[in-house]
T-cell receptor, first 116, second 117 residues
Framework: AQSVTQLDSHVSVSEGTPVLLRCNYS??????LFWYVQHPNKGLQLLLK??????LVKGINGFEAEFKKSETSFHLTKPSAHMSDAAEYFC??????????????FGQGTELSVKP | EAGVAQSPRYKIIEKRQSVAFWCNPI?????LYWYQQILGQGPKLLIQ????????DSQLPKDRFSAERLKGVDSTLKIQPAKLEDSAVYLC???????????????FGPGTRLTVL
């Protein structure tokens, strides 16, 4: 069975400081992993994805994530937070084998607040 | 490239009433997904279509929810009758297909926010 645990429901940082959003996954197979961002009253936008190539994945807006199989983690980081980064972030796992249909399994979300 | 379109954006109904949501996926996308996102939670898959066939509807409450994708393009999700716990945002997503690991990201529409009173 596949599952995702986001370790923090809310993270608050000051503008210009690093961001760390933590995610652990559970999967019987090597999964695809994603981070999506959801701004208020807007749709979900893909930040980055891991699909078994490089373990360090770079995404949009300066975000990156590292796939660590030994720790079953896929933490999201950014060196310097911007006010526009304030949003809800979802860590997502997707099984890759045929009979699972490619559905996305979402974590509970982490709300990122950025203080001036 | 136009994104995933959904309508209406907001809907308020009373319990036991019926409601329908519409989704138009990105042109050429064979796979269409409906998700339910309850406030404070991550989205949960309700149903997945591949062209006009159902791939996964294991989490769809079939006693009250139904969905169709008759011509393999647009899709409609219906709730009849609605309950208070159906208040949520209903998200539609699409992609080319799920078997290509390197191109399996889903593209989401803006969602329909349903309030059941």
């Amino acid at each position: 069975a596949q599952s995702v645990t986001q370790l923090d429901s809310h993270v608050s940082v000051s503008e210009g400081t690093p961001v760390l959003l933590r995610c652990n996954y559970s999967s019987s197979y090597s999964p695809s992993l994603f981070w999506y961002v959801q701004h208020p009253n807007k749709g979900l936008q893909l930040l980055l994805k891991y699909t078994s190539a490089a373990t360090l994945v770079k995404g949009i807006n300066g975000f990156e994530a590292e796939f660590k199989k030994s720790e079953t983690s896929f933490h999201l980081t950014k060196p310097s937070a911007h006010m526009s980064d304030a949003a809800e972030y979802f860590c997502v796992v997707s099984p890759i084998y045929y009979n699972q249909g490619g559905k996305l399994i979402f974590g509970q979300g982490t709300e990122l607040s950025v203080k001036p | 490239e136009a994104g995933v379109a959904q309508s209406p954006r907001y809907k308020i109904i009373e319990k036991r009433q019926s409601v329908a949501f519409w989704c138009n996926p990105i042109s050429g996308h064979a796979t269409l997904y409906w998700y339910q996102q309850i406030l404070g939670q991550g989205p949960k898959l309700l149903i997945q279509f591949q062209n006009n066939g159902v791939v996964d509807d294991s989490q769809l409450p079939k006693d009250r929810f139904s969905a169709e994708r008759l011509k393999g393009v647009d899709s409609t999700l219906k709730i009849q009758p609605a309950k208070l716990e159906d208040s949520a945002v209903y998200l539609c997503a699409s992609n080319h297909g799920f078997r290509d690991r390197d191109h399996n990201e889903q593209f989401f529409g803006p969602g329909t926010r349903l309030t059941v009173l």
